[in-house]
């Protein structure tokens, strides 16, 4: 196995490199061909094809028969390894490669209409003048009513620089209007938010780690350094991976020079590396908080386990995902393309953090993260099943498991405190977003006119008339009023309905501000930071027999 500096091969100003060869999760674009026979086996399928081709009883597409096979032969070798049909290529790729060509808007389908919840700054919708709140009824003189969510994205995306015109309902028209719209490349925002959590406390939270996303992330490090930053915490919750290379690249941020962030093993040399620190990270000597919960997956574990395990990075929340098993992306003839799981990867300590898998029980090994929730992982760190024959030990001889994912240095159970079955009817229902929106609407010439998130708030009306309105327009849209349940979960519907209306004001990153004022992973990482728990190196906790010795 080759020993490599992180960054000699990897350079953030190009495209990221095929060392991309050992891409976590996604490389796109590699291409493979092999000539010649595998063996027996390509010459029975063969022959059976061609079988069915001449005698089989009724016509039949073979085509389409090869496109139903093919997935099926992927999952009886792990769950990650795929068939990408030629005309989802496009689409899948675009989010890794950091943009596609459309119209620049954020959308929901609310009520059976598209209703235009962000308009892309300085992107073509914002151009020719579509604003936030607008419904859009029709695509080409096609109308939108009804249309699922994905049909509605398949309509808006298309070529750079075809025109697509849109018809829309605004409140201040009696009349649709209809604008032209050039679509365009759309960047892809994998910053959802930045921050201040307290002075000096940086907030940044990352959903993928796509093309540009390391770019993105020191643009927003640096803005929040200059801001006063002495510390970070980076959010991973929810984030399922993407870029191996990106994942490495943020990681050697806050490395010392020489410290391994991750190793990789396959069959094939190429695929058998190790991905060192080079010591060139501009936060170095900031402390730093990692958020992680069941559905951080891939990249984000790699980013979470090299922190971990270099005793860097304090990582808060529940135990992450558990996939480590690497994918290279194949093209093929037809512009369909595979991917193939090539290799596994492993943390600095020598982790291997796959979780077991079943070869073709996907559900199984979806399903298995509701699992945990059922037999209380999510709310009892003495629940979390470790693998006692994987025991590993960072840096500083902390012991760490492998086997399953990362386990958090500091467990926060999942908050079921507000959770009632009214709760749970409003957010499947998707009221609690229809009435945020509403509201907004009702109330935009008045809000837009507002500077900030702070003096917003202060506009909406006392909580006990905000919740009494929602509860009244749930009843109006058949969910009845329930008192009793309503008021135990009186905090988390108006912290919810709260956050969403500075969203649908403001953004995301406004949105995550007032969301995290009572998030209980967020509020835990900010108090670990204040009392010192952070400071690195990360050392093992003495015994209380030790500390008395002492």
């Known amino acids: 196995m080759s020993k490599r500096n992180i960054f000699n091969r990897i350079y953030i100003w190009v495209p990221l490199m095929i060392a991309a060869a050992v891409a976590l999760g996604i490389i796109v674009g590699s291409r493979f061909h092999k000539q010649g026979y595998i063996g027996d086996g390509d010459r029975k399928i063969n022959t059976i094809l061609n079988l069915i081709n001449d005698q089989y009883a009724d016509t039949v597409n073979i085509g389409d028969l090869v496109e139903m096979t093919i997935p099926k032969m992927l999952a009886g070798l792990d769950p990650h390894s795929v068939y990408i049909p030629a005309s989802d290529v496009e689409?899948?790729?675009?989010?890794?490669?950091?943009?596609?060509?459309?119209?620049?808007?954020?959308?929901?389908?609310?009520?059976?209409?598209?209703?235009?919840?962000?308009?892309?700054?300085?992107?073509?919708?914002?151009?020719?003048?579509?604003?936030?709140?607008?419904?859009?009824?029709?695509?080409?003189?096609?109308?939108?009513?009804?249309?699922?969510?994905?049909?509605?994205?398949?309509?808006?995306?298309?070529?750079?620089?075809?025109?697509?015109?849109?018809?829309?309902?605004?409140?201040?028209?009696?009349?649709?209007?209809?604008?032209?719209?050039?679509?365009?490349?759309?960047?892809?925002?994998?910053?959802?938010?930045?921050?201040?959590?307290?002075?000096?406390?940086?907030?940044?939270?990352?959903?993928m780690f796509g093309r540009h996303t390391y770019e993105d992330f020191l643009n927003v490090a640096f803005t929040l350094e200059r801001g006063g930053a002495k510390s970070f915490v980076i959010d991973l919750r929810g984030n399922g991976g993407g870029l191996l290379d990106v994942a490495m690249l943020?990681?050697?941020?806050?490395?010392?020079?020489?410290?391994?962030?991750?190793?990789?093993?396959?069959?094939?040399?190429?695929?058998?590396?190790?991905?060192?620190?080079?010591?060139?990270?501009?936060?170095?000597?900031?402390?730093?908080?990692?958020?992680?919960?069941?559905?951080?997956?891939?990249?984000?574990?790699?980013?979470?386990?090299?922190?971990?395990?270099?005793?860097?990075?304090?990582?808060?929340?529940?135990?992450?995902f558990g996939k480590?098993?690497?994918?290279?992306?194949?093209?093929?003839?037809?512009?369909?393309?595979v991917r193939l799981t090539i290799g596994r990867y492993y943390t600095p300590s020598g982790r291997c953090i796959q979780k077991q898998f079943k070869p073709g029980d996907e559900n199984g090994y979806t399903l298995e993260v509701y699992d945990r929730f059922s037999r209380g992982e999510a709310y009892n760190k003495d629940s979390i099943k470790v693998d006692k024959e994987q025991v590993f030990h960072t840096s500083t001889g902390r012991t760490v498991y492998g086997g399953g994912g990362i386990i958090p240095d500091i467990f926060v159970p999942n908050d079921t405190t507000h959770l009632t079955n009214y709760y749970f009817a409003v957010a499947n229902a998707g009221l609690l977003q229809k009435f945020a929106f509403a509201y907004t609407d009702i109330n935009r010439k008045e809000l837009d006119k507002v500077k900030s998130a702070e003096q917003l708030l202060k506009l909406l009306p006392p909580d006990d008339v905000l919740l009494d309105d929602f509860v009244s327009y749930a009843a109006e849209n058949g969910i009845p009023k329930r008192w009793y349940y309503i008021n135990i979960s009186k905090p988390l519907i108006v912290n919810q309905l709260k956050a969403l209306i500075v969203r649908d004001v403001y953004d995301m990153s406004h949105y995550y501000e007032v969301y995290n004022a009572t998030d209980k992973v967020v509020q835990t990482a900010l108090k670990s930071l204040k009392s010192g728990k952070a400071r690195f190196p990360i050392m093992p906790e003495r015994s209380k027999t030790d500390a008395k010795k002492k």
């Open 324 to 337: 480590g098993l690497i994918q290279q992306q194949f093209s093929l003839p037809d512009k369909s393309a």
């Open 91 to 207: 689409d899948v790729n675009g989010e890794l490669e950091g943009s596609f060509s459309g119209i620049g808007v954020s959308f929901q389908v609310m009520n059976d209409t598209v209703t235009v919840v962000e308009v892309v700054p300085n992107g073509p919708s914002e151009k020719v003048g579509i604003l936030t709140g607008d419904r859009i009824i029709a695509v080409d003189d096609s109308t939108l009513i009804g249309v699922q969510q994905s049909d509605v994205m398949k309509r808006l995306r298309g070529p750079k620089g075809t025109k697509v015109k849109l018809s829309i309902k605004r409140n201040t028209s009696t009349k649709p209007l209809t604008f032209e719209v050039t679509r365009s490349d759309i960047p892809v925002q994998s910053i959802d938010a930045y921050y201040f959590l307290s002075e000096g406390v940086a907030y940044i939270k990352v959903n």
């Open 250 to 320: 943020m990681a050697n941020e806050f490395l010392e020079p020489n410290r391994l962030i991750v190793y990789t093993k396959g069959r094939e040399h190429r695929v058998s590396q190790e991905y060192w620190s080079d010591g060139t990270g501009a936060f170095r000597n900031a402390e730093v908080v990692v958020l992680i919960d069941e559905f951080s997956a891939s990249a984000s574990e790699v980013f979470a386990g090299a922190l971990q395990d270099n005793d860097r990075g304090l990582i808060i929340g529940r135990r992450s």
